[in-house]
Each structure stands twice: as C-alpha cells, then as structure tokens.
C-alpha cells in the first residue's frame, strides 16, 4: 500500500501524503533554483550614454598618461600596430572636421 491509497483510505490528509507533499514541493524548489543559477544575478545598466563614457575615459587618459598631448597620444596609439591606409585616411578626415568645428 502506498501512501496516495492510504489517503483514500482514511478520507483525509494523512502523514505520509503530506511528507510526500512537503518533498515535492521541495524537489520543485530545487528545481527552480537550478534553473536560477542559469540566469544573471543581477542585470546592469549602464546609465552614461557610450559616447559621453568614451569622452570622459579617453579625456582622463590623455590628461594622467599622456600630460594633456594628444599627438603623444596618436604617436603611441599608432605606434602599437600597423594602422591601414583606410584607417589614417579617417583619422585625417575626423581632424579636419574637428579643426573646421573649432572655428
């Protein structure tokens, strides 16, 4: 006999159906955090927009690393790899339009 018949029997909740209860719902709890463990704790945001981020971490760096210069800057940037012509070519283009804004 089992304990679901003897919970028939009885026409009641016997002790035996509730431990058998209590161990399921602990089994599906378990379940549940295994589940859990898959999933991040914690979901971040970043609350800066990318480019203002970009701006103030690369102003910082130019400012403790390289004493303000940005062509020391560009120098050790440049200087880390070789840098294709495609790549140089922007780099002219984007200084340009930063002298002709700065006017």
């Not at 161990?23 to 999933?39: G, K, Q, Y």
């Not at 970009?54 to 560009?74: P, Y």
Request: net charge negative; glycine share 6%; with cysteine.
């Amino acid at each position: 006999m089992d304990a679901w018949s003897v919970d028939g029997a009885r026409g009641a909740r016997s002790p035996e159906r509730e431990k058998i209860a209590w161990l399921h719902h602990r089994f599906e709890a378990a379940a549940d955090h295994d589940d859990e463990r898959d999933r991040p704790a914690h979901v971040y945001e970043a609350c800066l927009p990318a480019e203002q981020t970009k701006r103030q971490i690369a102003g910082d760096m130019l400012q403790r690393v390289f004493e303000g210069s940005a062509s020391q800057l560009m120098l050790h940037a440049l200087a880390g790899r070789k840098a294709s012509r495609e790549e140089i070519g922007e780099l002219r283009r984007l200084l340009d339009e930063y002298e002709r804004n700065r006017q």
